[in-house]
């Protein structure tokens, strides 16, 4: 059910840019969306530390939202590090804990 209702929606959604591109006000309208889309950031606070992240999709937001609480000991690992220390970070993710090494 849930399957078949995304593929509607998808469908439903492709009509609409579809519609919304052939007239100016809609051409509007979907490249303020787009640019929405595109700058939505979201910060998280961590250890006093501030980090800034682009969130284009579920799994951004999502990794993002489960920062500390997903893999706290990946972050007990880098809070180790010595200072100046070489991190190589060769992961199938969005970089999280490659940009919280760098600034901690």
């Known amino acids: 059910m849930k399957k078949n209702l995304k593929k ?3 469908i439903i959604i492709k009509f609409f840019v579809i519609f919304l591109g052939k007239i100016n006000i809609g051409r509007f309208f979907l490249e303020e969306l787009d640019r929405s889309i ?3 950031k979201k ?3 961590y250890k006093g530390l501030k980090l800034k992240f682009y969130v284009p999709n579920r799994l951004s937001y999502y990794r993002i ?5 997903k893999e706290p000991e990946t972050l007990n690992w880098i809070d180790k590090f010595e200072k ?3 991190f190589w970070d060769i992961g199938a993710n969005i970089g999280l ?3 919280y090494a760098a600034k901690s």
């Open 65 to 69: 939202e489960t920062f500390s609480t």
């Open 43 to 45: 910060v998280i606070v």
């Open 38 to 40: 595109l700058s939505y």
């Open 97 to 99: 804990y490659s940009c």
């Open 84 to 86: 100046k220390t070489t």
């Open 8 to 10: 509607i929606i998808r």
